[in-house]
């Protein structure tokens, strides 16, 4: 249980970096001339190797846009049923805080209803994130006949109950204002994580979306003897003993995605990508040896303090606590949260559009819990210099924490090292790894070529000796004939996943295949738990400092993405416009020599 003390020890508190004198604040880009530094390396040599797109489909990234049309409005004050599902607002009757009840509180009396929180988080937002919705829109855009298969599939996971209830199970049921639509703008809700049965969880058939749901309405948790008659007579669920509902298996249905290779003319090509494998990084790690699951770490069984939850699970419909029941445990506060920071701002600055119940508050909530989770995610290492003539070699390792490779999921997600060297005086004599506040890399006040439609791409790196060298954990696709590519139905493989993998990984388990690191041949110290990268620094060298960043939306992908011409991608450059795009603090060290 080393790994999950170490997360909980540490989601208490945000920890804030006191610069030394001299020190850049870390996150903090020198400054520069933004309008200059955009324009400054438009005309960057492209990568050959970069996959060629169909003009038909590019914009002008210029173009004005307008504010989005908004989604259907939710159901405000009711709560629908359809079928074998019910909205969330049908569990809150019961799983939400109120102030005349004591049910569904920690130690300390804060609320910790499920609904509550997890109305907050991108499970219960999954259908309205914007940049969900502008990728499946850039997907069917180009490959137009494959329309269908894509949607059907982005919306098993995104959308789930509405998926399983709608007649035709395409993008347009998260406009309809009919119950599916309500069901389906519900995203990955109560009714369907708790009927999800344990008959398939942690076989090829269960992934992709392959959890299995039956006709009897029963919801299933963590406890014994649940008190049946409350929930069957308001709301006609029967809760019943899953213990599964505590088994990675069960977050592995969606979180493990694979997608097949298609033309632009929907013909498949006979490969297949792996664009998402969180639950076989899991599975092919130490994690299951200390029973450290992904609700131990997502859903956590403590409060803040660190404290073993105990509460009561239920409060009556009027607001008033029930009588006669006990205090349980365990029980998971329903945070469901990861490292994205980026799309909980959206859809808090943008509520109303994308039509989400959620408050202010609980998105704030939501977005500083993913700050405390990111600061247990990664620790960074500086080692001992070396001189070499002019130059000062110095180690830096990165060192991931997670159960699963760092960072994992979508492929937009990336890492990187900033890395920065001062004199004496505090001046600084390098910077790798800096950025502006769109969130592109820079060297030396420029944003990198990397960054642009159709640039090069940046590899796996041992040493770095120059600023427009950046050491960046991230995944990029290669079409069949080995090209970048930033469609998934073009993905066949990876020209380059040098992503952390977790402590406990070893090319002997089932799920290596699946779980390859691509581009690193050659890098001895690339292993299961670390990375380190030797830094070539200029004489004069007297302190180092090492940051730890984190990205939800690699600008690059955002470019190839905004190339495609549809009323979503439009709405996600509006409101990405409106928002901090800056990345996010990991971890840092700093080092004087």
């Known amino acids: 249980m080393r790994h999950l003390a170490l997360m909980f020890l540490a989601l208490g508190a945000l920890g804030l970096w006191a610069c030394d004198d001299g020190e850049p604040p870390a996150g903090d880009p020198t400054p520069v001339d933004g309008a200059a530094a955009d324009q400054a390396v438009d005309g960057g040599a492209a990568d050959e190797g970069v996959a060629p797109v169909d003009a038909a489909f590019i914009i002008d990234a210029q173009v004005e846009l307008g504010e989005p049309e908004p989604l259907p409005a939710p159901p405000v004050a009711t709560a629908v049923q359809e079928g074998r599902f019910a909205t969330s607002l049908v569990c809150a009757l019961c799983h939400s805080n109120t102030a005349a009840a004591s049910a569904m509180r920690d130690a300390q009396d804060r609320a910790i209803g499920p609904f509550n929180i997890w109305q907050g988080s991108m499970m219960a937002n999954a259908a309205r994130d914007p940049l969900w919705r502008a990728t499946m829109s850039a997907e069917t855009a180009t490959t137009p006949l494959a329309k269908e298969f894509i949607e059907s599939k982005c919306l098993s996971c ?37 009927q999800i049965r344990p008959d398939n969880l942690g076989t090829e058939e269960s992934f992709d ?98 404290v073993p939850t105990r509460t009561y699970i239920a409060r009556s419909p009027p607001g008033g606590d029930f009588i006669g029941l006990d205090r349980r445990e365990p029980f998971g506060r329903h945070l469901l949260v990861g490292g994205n920071t980026l799309m909980p701002q959206v859809l808090r600055d943008f509520r109303e559009q994308l039509s989400s119940m959620a408050t202010a508050e609980a998105f704030n909530a939501n977005i500083e819990a993913a700050r405390q989770m990111l600061t247990t995610g990664a620790d960074v ?21 997670v159960g699963h490779k760092l960072p994992t999921g979508f492929p937009s997600r990336r890492v990187w090292l900033r890395v920065t060297a001062l004199d004496a005086a505090g001046a600084v004599l390098f910077d790798s790894g800096g950025f502006n506040d769109q ?51 073009r993905g066949a493989s990876y020209c380059k996943d040098n992503r952390i993998l977790p402590l406990g990984w070893t090319n002997a388990h089932r799920d ?67 928002v901090d795009q800056r990345p996010e603090t990991m971890a840092r060290a700093s080092r004087d020599l």
Not at 176 to 193: E, I, P, S
Not at 227 to 240: E, K, R, V
Not at 390 to 401: C, E, G, H, S, Y
Not at 469 to 479: G, L
């Open 209 to 306: 979306g392959g959890w299995e749901i039956h006709e009897e309405r029963r919801i299933f948790g963590p406890h014994r003897d649940p008190a049946t008659g409350p929930m069957i007579n308001h709301t006609g669920y029967t809760p019943t003993l899953g213990n599964h509902v505590l088994d990675s298996a069960l977050c592995g249905t969606c979180h493990v995605l694979q997608t097949p290779t298609m033309t632009a003319e929907a013909r498949p090509t006979g490969h297949t990508l792996v664009e998402q494998a969180t639950y076989l990084e899991w599975r092919n790690s130490s994690y299951p040896d200390d029973e450290t699951t992904c609700q131990a770490c997502h859903m956590p069984q403590f409060d803040e303090d660190g």
């Open 158 to 194: 995104h959308s789930p109950a509405g998926w399983r209830e709608a007649e035709q199970k395409d993008a347009s049921m998260l406009l309809a204002a009919n119950k599916v639509g309500m069901l389906a703008r519900d995203g990955a809700n109560c009714t369907t994580c708790h």
């Open 512 to 578: 290596a295949e699946r779980t390859l690191p691509m581009g690193v041949e050659g890098d001895p110290d690339f292993m299961a738990g670390s990375d380190t990268t030797e830094y070539l620094l200029p004489a004069g060298t007297a302190k180092v400092v090492a940051v730890v960043l984190h990205q939800v939306l690699d600008p690059r992908f955002a470019e190839e993405l905004f190339i495609v011409d549809t009323p979503e991608i439009r709405a996600l450059r509006y409101y990405l416009d409106r």
């Open 381 to 401: 290492q500086i080692g001992e210099p070396v001189v070499e003539g002019d130059k000062i070699r110095v180690p830096v390792t990165l060192i991931n924490q």
């Open 439 to 489: 969130g592109r890399i820079l060297a030396e006040g420029r944003v990198l070529p990397i960054e642009r439609h159709s640039g090069p791409t940046m590899p796996h790196r041992q040493v770095i000796s120059r600023p427009d060298q950046v050491q960046i954990y991230s995944s990029i696709m290669c079409d069949p004939d080995g090209k970048p590519t930033w469609r998934l139905l």
